[in-house]
């Protein structure tokens, strides 16, 4: 049975700009992940490189779904290893202020590795959406 991991936020900035965040591969590399090449429409294809203690996991990602402005759905796999999982982007303008959920889903298809404990993507997405992707916002 699936338990979706899902980590909230509310960021004092405005949808387009967290949009832009998410989207803008060079504002990514500033808050997420340096992504060789992105662009924001179904069926991209990107990878990168995640690392956890000199392990270095190659990422491959395909964007599923994409309601600009609203939502970002996209594959999330990893070179050499079986399993697939979905990540999901959702902003909900609140006044002025923009709320984001995100939702990553599949994670029991992983194998059983230390490193693809459901803890550590709690601990790497609460980092990301709640202190990194937000300073990057709010600057």
């Known amino acids: 049975m699936s338990h979706p991991l899902i980590t909230e936020s509310t960021y004092n900035a405005p949808v387009d700009v967290v949009w832009q965040a998410i989207t803008d591969?060079?504002?990514m590399k500033q808050w997420y992940f340096d992504i060789e090449s992105f662009k924001p429409e179904v069926g991209f294809e990107f990878t990168f490189k995640g690392e956890n203690e000199g392990r270095v996991y190659i990422h491959l990602?395909?964007?599923?779904e994409l309601i600009p402005g609203r939502k970002l759905k996209h594959s999330w796999r990893y070179q050499d290893y079986e399993g697939i999982s979905y990540v999901t982007f959702?902003?909900?303008?609140?006044?002025?202020k923009t709320r984001i959920?995100?939702?990553?889903?599949g994670l029991e298809s992983f194998?059983?590795?230390p490193d693809f404990a459901r803890n550590n993507f709690k601990e790497g997405w609460t980092m990301i959406i709640g202190t990194l992707l937000k300073d990057f916002v709010e600057k």
């Open 90 to 96: 959702e902003l909900f303008p609140e006044e002025d």
């Open 25 to 27: 591969r060079e504002q």
């Open 101 to 105: 959920k995100l939702t990553h889903e």
């Open 61 to 64: 990602c395909k964007i599923t």
């Open 111 to 113: 194998p059983t590795l």
